[in-house]
Nanobody
Framework: QVQLTESGGGLVQTGGSLRLSCSAS????????MVWFRQPPGQAREFVAA??????????ADSVKGRFTISRDNAKIQETVYLQMNDLKPEDTAVYYC??????????????WGQGTQVTVSS
């Protein structure tokens, strides 16, 4: 079973940037759609971005369009999906999770969530 590990989170000031990584182990993800979700404090998990298996299809939540970019590197031995986050805002503060197998915006479409990575944006 594929296990996903998110990394790259941290504390950043408003307007700053971070790049999150999602790496896979225990199986290949190069032919599988991938997504990023986030869960702000005290709120429900929400869709952030999705990418098709070959990187040609991408989809973003309106709140992050123009600021976040999802990409993937299927050529690496350990395939990785990235989320480049620019012009960060305090409302981007959340735990960020990746998942696989769909591009659905509903978190109930996915199973086996990982630990996530915390992103905190200070004002």
């Amino acid at each position: 079973q594929v296990q996903l590990t998110e990394s790259g989170g941290g504390l950043v000031q408003t307007g700053g940037s971070l790049r999150l990584s999602c790496s896979a182990s225990g199986g290949a993800i190069r032919y599988i759609s991938m997504v990023w979700f986030r869960q702000p404090p005290g709120q429900a998990r929400e869709f952030v971005a999705a990418i098709g298996w070959d990187g040609k299809y991408t989809d973003y939540a309106d709140s992050v369009k123009g600021r976040f970019t999802i990409s993937r590197d299927n050529a690496k031995i350990q395939e990785t999906v990235y989320l480049q986050m620019n012009d960060l805002k305090p409302e981007d503060t959340a735990v960020y999770y990746c998942n696989l197998g769909s591009v659905a915006h509903d978190p109930r479409a996915y199973a086996n969530w990982g630990q996530g990575t915390q992103v905190t944006v200070s004002s």
